[in-house]
Structures are given as structure tokens and as C-alpha cells.
Nanobody
Framework: QVQLVESGGGWVQAGGSLRLSCAAS????????MGWFRQAPGKEREIVAAISRLGRTRNYADSVKGRFTVSRDNAKNTVYLQMNSLKPEDTAVYYCTASKTPTQAPDYWGQGIQVTVSS
């Protein structure tokens, strides 16, 4: 089992920045690719970013490329999502995930954290 706990969400004005963190416990953190999903009201859940076990591969949704950066610190069992130039359409609940590879469906999910961007 892997437990994932997100932090760092909140409210920000358009153009601002937030950094989400996800602390993992349980099985070996470096054995999992990590990802961030989000779900906006009335919309389906979508992948935002993913990072491979050692951080060598990073994938992003087209909607966040150039604005969001995913990173990880395996010594701290933590994955991050730096979000810059935020837009109102980035408003969603953001979920941290763990999976075997960056492109596979997640095996574990965090509880989610709200990010609200006001115009």
C-alpha cells in the first residue's frame, strides 16, 4: 500500500502561482512513477503531469505545458507540482497518484486538494 497526502492548494488570482506537494508513505517511493490529475466541476478527471521513477521522463497535458512543472525528491518521498501563470480554467481538485509507469493507470490516489483561481 502507498498512502498519498497532498498539500499546498488554495486560492490564488489569475497569473499567480502555487506549489502542490504530495507526501508518500508505505512502499518504496522510488519504485513508482508519480502523477497529478485534476477534476473540475462538471468535467471528467484528466491527467495534468507525470514523472518517471527517477525523474528522467516528464509528461504534461497540452493545457499546462510551459506553465506547470512536475518534480520529485526521492529522499523526501515527495512529488511536487509547481503551477505558474495560473488561469481560472485551472480551478479543480488536484489528485496525486502513484503508478508503475508514467503512462499506466494509477494504482494509488491521494484524497485530492482544491485549487481555485479567480479572474
Amino acid at each position: 500500500q502507498v498512502q498519498l497526502v497532498e498539500s499546498g492548494g488554495g486560492w490564488v488570482q489569475a497569473g499567480g502561482s502555487l506549489r502542490l506537494s504530495c507526501a508518500a508513505s508505505g512502499r518504496t517511493f522510488s519504485g513508482y512513477a508519480m502523477g497529478w490529475f485534476r477534476q473540475a466541476p462538471g468535467k471528467e478527471r484528466e491527467i495534468v503531469a507525470a514523472i518517471s521513477r527517477l525523474g528522467r521522463t516528464r509528461n504534461y497535458a497540452d493545457s499546462v505545458k510551459g506553465r506547470f512543472t512536475v518534480s520529485r525528491d526521492n529522499a523526501k518521498n515527495t512529488v511536487y507540482l509547481q503551477m505558474n501563470s495560473l488561469k481560472p480554467e485551472d480551478t479543480a481538485v488536484y489528485y496525486c497518484t502513484a503508478s508503475k509507469t508514467p503512462t499506466q493507470a494509477p494504482d494509488y490516489w491521494g484524497q485530492g486538494i482544491q485549487v481555485t483561481v479567480s479572474s
